[in-house]
């Protein structure tokens, strides 16, 4: 019977944009040809329809990265949030967690082929000839970070749980939370649900999807609530 705050709910509307609505137009024209059986399972279905639902549903330029990024979408105003609720809590320095299950980080490019060999020989002909990056994949948690960035949090106040692989990591980074050194940290529901103690400075916890089960929901609000 310990007292407890009572959690303030916001939900926030988005308005499709233009190119969303053509797109959920799309999606309802795949999913009668696979009810009218038109199409092989194999190349389509309702789980793909779905899938490609939920991504659109977040931000269009998951499904295309060139599409534009247009303001008033999800993201842009969560980010909006997190900025408001980052200055109003500078002074105590209050944290915030944003859940996303979409879109997470992608996983870093693996070694070099020459380094992972150790052959000389081919390790002085990648230096002798540059090869160029492969063009980032577009995710919601690096645009999320490059705006609040941008508007004026410093970088090492935001953090990916992704970027925490160890136990030795990911205890490090939930005392950097509770210090309030890391405000803002990003996080998908199976790496920052339960087990997840962070909440000493905690004042906001952003929702930008919905998971897939019930009890990942209670596993969200349970870190804030």
């Known amino acids: 019977n310990l007292p407890t705050p009572t959690p303030i709910y916001h939900n926030e509307v988005a308005q499709p944009t233009e190119i969303q609505k053509q797109m959920v137009q799309e999606l309802s024209e795949r999913a009668a040809r696979v009810h009218a059986q038109l199409v092989d399972p194999g190349t389509d279905n309702m789980l793909k329809i779905t899938s490609d639902g ?4 977040l931000d269009q330029r998951i499904i295309n990265q060139l599409l534009p990024d247009e303001p008033g979408t999800k993201v842009n105003q969560c980010v909006d949030n997190i900025m408001q609720i ?12 944003v859940f ?7 996983a870093r490019p693996a070694k070099k ?47 990916f749980i992704h970027e925490a ?6 205890k490090e980074l939930f005392s950097k939370v509770r210090t309030g050194q890391v405000r803002v940290l990003l996080g998908s529901t199976a790496k920052m649900g339960a087990g997840t103690n962070v909440q000493d400075r905690l004042v906001a916890l952003h929702d930008l999807d919905c998971p897939w089960r019930p009890d990942q929901v209670d596993q969200r609000g349970g870190r804030i609530e």
Not at 116 to 142: G, M, R, S, W
């Open 54 to 57: 939920r991504k659109l549903g």
């Open 113 to 159: 082929v020459a380094k992972a060999l150790d052959n000389p020989t081919l390790h002085a002909l990648e230096d002798a000839v540059p090869l160029d990056e492969p063009e980032p994949a577009f995710t919601v948690y690096e645009d999320i970070r490059q705006k609040l960035i941008a508007k004026g949090v410093p970088a090492e106040q935001i953090a």
């Open 100 to 106: 996303c299950d979409i879109s997470t980080p992608q």
């Open 86 to 97: 980052w200055r109003d809590g500078e002074a105590d320095k209050l944290t915030q967690l």
């Open 165 to 170: 692989n160890t136990e030795v990591r990911k």
